[in-house]
């Protein structure tokens, strides 16, 4: 059974920073691609950053935010520094593997990350 497991997630003070952890089973990690998203309140969903190859970022998180994975461990995280209001949302974690004529991506529930004073 795949299963995407978020942490980390919580009440944060801008500038602050949190680490979110999302932790994989039921699938070869190493062959995916490991992204966060973001869901904030009445937006759209947006790639915040992804790890495979290479890494990429959004750019209203470049500088900030730093992605990394452990295949050892299925965990992928995401290190949030000097956060603002603005990154106030639902993070998700999702896994992706294409190749032609084939596509496979997986969701985790979701952690809420606000930022507020």
């Known amino acids: 059974q795949v299963q995407l497991v978020e942490s980390g997630g919580g009440l944060v003070q801008p500038g602050g920073s949190l680490r979110l952890s999302c932790a994989a089973s039921?699938?070869?990690?190493?062959?995916?691609?490991m992204s966060w998203y973001r869901r904030a309140p009445g937006k759209e969903r947006e790639l915040v950053a992804s790890?495979?190859?290479?890494?990429k970022y959004a750019e209203s998180v470049k500088g900030r935010f730093t992605i990394s994975r452990d295949n050892a461990k299925n965990t992928v995280y995401l290190q949030m520094n000097s956060l603002k209001p603005e990154d106030t949302a639902v993070y998700y974690c999702?896994?992706?593997?294409?190749?032609?004529?084939?596509?496979?991506?997986?969701w985790g529930q979701g952690t809420q990350v606000i930022v507020s004073s």
């Open positions: 790890a495979g190859d290479y890494t």
């Open positions: 999702n896994a992706l593997k294409t190749s032609p004529g084939f596509r496979t991506d997986y």
């Open positions: 039921g699938f070869t990690f190493g062959g995916y691609v």
